[in-house]
């Protein structure tokens, strides 16, 4: 079926694919990043191999919250109504806690929740009045466990993200004429301009068309929760949960 999906941060990285593959699948898009140069050159591009998918681009600061909802309602007008978000937008910058990176810090946890919360509070506004529609926040798997040295902020903000999720689905439980799925998904390694700006070796890194691959069709599956890709992270994750901190040191 063909729905109208909105994307934070689709300038780049895995929002830009995932704007690639949905268009692929016939779904009219909304995208929204601060670098609208490099969002209507996207928009072009899908244009042109999907001529029959509608794409509107709109200029979003996240951390300007005021024009997330105003954004937010502009899409809702230009596409008629939305039946997806997905609350993609993130900064990965950081430092270990202690040496003097608390603005980096600051900044991606300004980014990555506050921002964040505020992206889910405009779909969840439009979804509530509409009675239906399919929230998607896009975690990381960093979120199964406290993280070490420039991935700590990130992973906290990750992990905060992954239980917001959880809270407005448990807001959903027993809530009848209602008919609104939440997703949350936890990314392993997958080749973006974010993880690219990260101190650690990143091991098992995918490509990113084969990671979003995976994304998108847990999305289409509105799963509650998904490792993508699945194998090895659903496992990797256990692990990452629930083994020593000397063996997670490692992992990552």
């Known amino acids: 079926m063909r729905t109208n999906?909105?994307?934070t941060g689709a300038s780049s990285g895995l929002g830009a694919e995932m704007a690639r593959q949905l268009a692929a699948q016939g779904h009219h898009l909304a995208l929204t990043a601060r670098r609208v140069d490099r969002l209507e050159?996207?928009?072009a591009e899908i244009t042109t191999a999907h001529p029959d998918v509608q794409v509107v681009v709109h200029a979003l600061d996240v951390n300007d919250h005021d024009q997330v909802f105003a954004v937010f309602k502009a899409a809702i007008g230009d596409l008629?109504?939305?039946?997806r978000v997905i609350v993609n937008a993130g900064l990965?910058?950081?430092g270990r806690i202690g040496i003097g990176m608390f603005a980096a810090n600051k900044e991606t946890a300004e980014t990555n929740f506050i921002a964040a919360m505020a992206q889910c509070e405009a779909a969840m506004e439009h979804f509530y009045e509409r009675k239906a529609g399919h929230?998607?926040?896009i975690s990381s798997m960093s979120a199964m466990r406290g993280m070490p040295s420039s991935m700590t902020s990130y992973a906290a903000t990750k992990a905060g993200i992954a239980h917001l999720a959880e809270g407005?689905?448990?807001?959903?439980v027993g809530r009848k004429g209602v008919d609104i799925a939440v997703t949350t998904l936890f990314p392993g390694y997958i080749a973006s301009e974010m993880n690219e700006q990260v101190e650690?070796?990143?091991k098992l890194m995918v490509d990113t068309e084969t990671g979003?691959?995976?994304m998108v069709k847990a999305i289409q599956k509105e799963v509650d929760t998904a490792a993508t890709p699945g194998w090895p992270w659903a496992a990797v994750g256990q692990v990452m949960k629930h083994a020593p901190r000397g063996i997670v040191r490692k992992l990552v």
Do not use: F, H, T, Y
């Not at 008629?80 to 039946?83: A, I, K, R, S, V």
């Not at 407005?168 to 959903?172: E, K, T």
């Open 212 to 214: 979003v691959r995976s």
């Open 5 to 7: 999906v909105l994307i």
């Open 168 to 172: 407005i689905r448990m807001d959903l």
């Open 41 to 43: 050159a996207l928009a």
């Open 135 to 137: 929230l998607v926040v």
């Open 200 to 202: 650690q070796e990143q």
């Open 92 to 94: 990965g910058k950081g």
């Open 80 to 83: 008629g109504g939305l039946d």
